[in-house]
Every structure is written in structure tokens, then in C-alpha cells.
């Protein structure tokens, strides 16, 4: 059986909701701009404090009126934040955020993209995306948040990496992954070899922390220009989506597995390619794995059953050896209106709770009065067949309206979206909307 880490730790400590009992959406945290705005993936840990908290990146705002950061002329378009959100104590009252950190377009870098690695001393880790205005040349950085001293308020943020060579890769907009070897993979969409992009792999060895691109995308079967974070396995393979290549040219899943004794080069495989007819195409979403190892990804387009389908959920389904099995799970179709309010182009990660239901967003349609009959994304829940052979059963859960509750969970960032915490509760973000416009923070209780 495969092991991966942090997705099988996430699917497994969700307590398992009450029989019948219907999901509860709540905002917890309208974002002013001041304190962030467009917000990322959130992760939930208690690492850090020991205390459960929910942490996550801003790709723009914090704009604190200094003329550092370029660009920046209203509190929403500043360079992005850092930041932690709280629960209320007996889990009554509101949550509260804390800016951690200010990206200021310095050393610090600008507009942090992509999911935080947390590492087990609590240690926060990420990735920003700019052209700083201080180093022209870099366009990237890995960055660490360090918690508090005992006593102390203050995170610390240092600079570890910066992308500095093309040779490793440019705009590393997927954010990293936290490997079993201690090292951090992702994904660059430029640079490289034939500047399609590049897998690479950050670590540190004596003091130093030095970037080796691992794979050198050349818009062969494995397309090119990746988006999407790696899911890394406890044997050391990393896993990730193309969203266009494979046999048909409209995406697929990889392996990408580690030298060998006495090799020195990263082998990669495709594992899946999609057949849009049927199964979907555009797998931009991140992977998610459940206890067994199957794989769950989203695509934005195509599916089979509807003259209009709008993207598809999917299971991969390990049988041994090298081979995998496709499953797909649901297909959103926009044929009539009915069938547009449940959403669609599903996006973002998925999350798979105690009983095995797979939770989800889409960031078109649902509401017919959002974005003028586009709609802004809907929340779903699939649950699981009882008998083999069975449909599973879909939910809708919420139709995000563009106003106070968000709009676009997972929109152009499609690794912003939902996250399981250790009682089953959903959390997630939208990019716009809420009271301030600038985006929320939500939690779905089952």
C-alpha cells in the first residue's frame, strides 16, 4: 500500500459527522486588505503553539502605506501577507487573525503563492513569486516563519532561496511541498531547459540551501508550464496533475521517483493520461490521497452524460505494480439551470473526510445571480456508494453569492481550496468578496 504524507494524516483524524445532520457554512474572517486580501490554501496544525490554528498566505494586500512595495497605492494591492487565524475559546465567540508577516518586495520578497509547508517544530515554510525591486533578477524566494520564542510575540521570517537561475526554474506559483527526506519539491511554470518549467527540489546541506531542477518539462507528453503542488509520498515519489500533454493532449497524473543507487537522475512516468470525453480534461487541481492510496483530482472541462459538461471529480485507484485504475466520480454538466447551480470547473484540493466523503469547490455557476448568470463557485459534498457498483451520492452544500460569504473558492489558484481539520470540520478560503471585498475565510461544521 502507498503511503503519503499529509494527505492520508488529513483524511484520517476528521471525526465522522452526525448521521443526517446537514453542514453548517459560517465565514470566520471577512479579509480588510489591510490584513491581507485574495488568500491562499489555509493549513491546519497545532505545530506551532500547540494549540489549533489555521495559517495561510495572502497574494496581495497588507499595504501598510510605505512605498516599498511597488505597485501598492491601495491597501488591497499591496504585496501579501502571512498570517494565522485563531478559534474562539469553547469555541464560542469570533476567530482572530494575526498578520505574521508584511511582504514588503525587499529581501522578504512579494506576493506569496501556494499552500505553507509546516515542518515539526512548527516552522512555517512558502514561497513568493515577484520580480523583486531589490534584486531584479530573482524571481522567487523560499522563506521560513519561525514561531515565537517562549514569551515572545514576533514570528521571524528569513529568506532561504532565491530563484535566481533558470537552470532550477522561474515563478514557483504552486507554492512547495515538504518531502520524507526533509527537502522541499514544487513546481516552476518557466525556466529550465527549454524554459517550459521545471520539478525542483530545495535542500539544505551544510548551512547552505541550494535548488536542483529535478525534471525539465518540454512540452512533450508531460506538457509544459506546470501550476499545480506536488503531493509527496513516503517512499520518496512525488505525484502531480498536468493540466494539458499525455496521449491525448488534455492532461494527466505523473510519478516522479528519486534516483536509484548509483544513478543520479529522477525518473518521471505518466501514470494516467485523461480522455476529455470521458473522464475530464485540464487536471490543474493538486492531488489528495486517501488511507489506501488512490489519488483524487479535479479537471475544469469535459466529462461524459451532458452536451455541456463542466469538469469532472476523480479517483486513481492503485492495482499493483505500475498499473492504476481511473474512476470518475461526478461530472458537473450545465445543460439546463438545475444542473448549473450545482457548479462547475471544480478546483483546489479536495478533502476526504472520516467516512470516506469527498468534499470540494467549484469556481463557476451555482448561483444565477452572481457574475451575471456566470455564477460564483459552489462547496459540494460526494458521498461514497454503499454497494460497489453504485453512483455516488452528491450534496450541494453551498452557493457562494459574491457578496458577504465570498465568491471563487480556488479561482486561478487552484490549490486554494479546502482544508480538514481534526474534528471534520471543512475550512477554505474565497479571493473576493466578503464585507471588505478583499476575501474570507469559511468553515463548513458536517
Known amino acids: 500500500m502507498r503511503v503519503f504524507l499529509g494527505a492520508v494524516l488529513a483524511a484520517a483524524v476528521g471525526l465522522a459527522p452526525a448521521a443526517g445532520a446537514k453542514p453548517v457554512f459560517q465565514v470566520i474572517h471577512h479579509f480588510s486588505g489591510t490584513d491581507g486580501a485574495a488568500p491562499g490554501h489555509l493549513v491546519g496544525t497545532s505545530a506551532p503553539t500547540g494549540s489549533f490554528a489555521l495559517y495561510g498566505t495572502a497574494g496581495f494586500g497588507g499595504f501598510t502605506g510605505k512605498p516599498i512595495c511597488r505597485h501598492a497605492v491601495t491597501r488591497e494591492q499591496g504585496c501579501g501577507v502571512a498570517f494565522q487565524l485563531t478559534p474562539p475559546k469553547g469555541g464560542q465567540g469570533a476567530w482572530t487573525e494575526t498578520v505574521l508577516h508584511t511582504f514588503m518586495d525587499g529581501a522578504d520578497g512579494a506576493f506569496p503563492s501556494g499552500s505553507l509547508a509546516v515542518a515539526a517544530d512548527g516552522t512555517l515554510y512558502g514561497a513568493t513569486t515577484s520580480l523583486a525591486v531589490h534584486t531584479p533578477r530573482v524571481t522567487g524566494r523560499l522563506f521560513s516563519l519561525a514561531p515565537p520564542a517562549k514569551g515572545g510575540q514576533d514570528w521571524t521570517l528569513t529568506s532561504l532561496y532565491d530563484f535566481r537561475s533558470s537552470k532550477v526554474g522561474q515563478f514557483p506559483d504552486a507554492g512547495i511541498t515538504l518531502g520524507a527526506d526533509g527537502a522541499f519539491y514544487g513546481s516552476a511554470r518557466l525556466g529550465g531547459n527549454d524554459d517550459r518549467g521545471t520539478l525542483f527540489r530545495l535542500g539544505e546541506t551544510g548551512g547552505a540551501w541550494k535548488g536542483q531542477a529535478i525534471y525539465n518539462f518540454q512540452n512533450d507528453q508531460f506538457g509544459g508550464n506546470p501550476t499545480t503542488p506536488l ?5 520518496g515519489n512525488l505525484f502531480g496533475t498536468i493540466p494539458h500533454g499525455g496521449v491525448n493532449g488534455t492532461g494527466g497524473l505523473f510519478e516522479i521517483s528519486p534516483p536509484g543507487d548509483g544513478q543520479t537522475q529522477w525518473s518521471m512516468r505518466l501514470i494516467h493520461s485523461m480522455d476529455n470525453f470521458t473522464e475530464g480534461e485540464e487536471s490543474k487541481s493538486p492531488l489528495v490521497a486517501d488511507a489506501s492510496g488512490a489519488l483524487y483530482g479535479t479537471t475544469s472541462l469535459g466529462g461524459t452524460g451532458f452536451t455541456f ?39 483546489g484540493p479536495l478533502v476526504i473526510d472520516a467516512d470516506g466523503a469527498v468534499w470540494g469547490v467549484t469556481t463557476l455557476f451555482g448561483n444565477p445571480k452572481c457574475q451575471e448568470g456566470e455564477g460564483c463557485g459552489t462547496l459540494f459534498k460526494l458521498t461514497p456508494p454503499a454497494k460497489t457498483g453504485q453512483a455516488w451520492r452528491f450534496m450541494l452544500v453551498h452557493k457562494f453569492s ?27 478560503t474565497t479571493p473576493s468578496g466578503g464585507t471588505h471585498g478583499a476575501g474570507t475565510a469559511f468553515a463548513v461544521t458536517p
Open 231 to 235: 503531493l509527496a509520498g513516503a517512499d
Open 309 to 347: 459538461p463542466e469538469g469532472t471529480v476523480y479517483r486513481l485507484v492503485p492495482q499493483g505494480g505500475q498499473n492504476w485504475t481511473m474512476e470518475v466520480l461526478y461530472t458537473f454538466g450545465a445543460d439546463t439551470i438545475a444542473e448549473a447551480e450545482q457548479g462547475g470547473a471544480p478546483a
Open 402 to 428: 459574491g457578496r458577504s460569504d465570498g465568491g471563487f473558492a480556488g479561482w486561478e489558484n487552484a490549490q486554494s481550496g479546502l482544508t480538514l481539520g481534526p474534528d471534520g470540520t471543512i475550512y477554505g
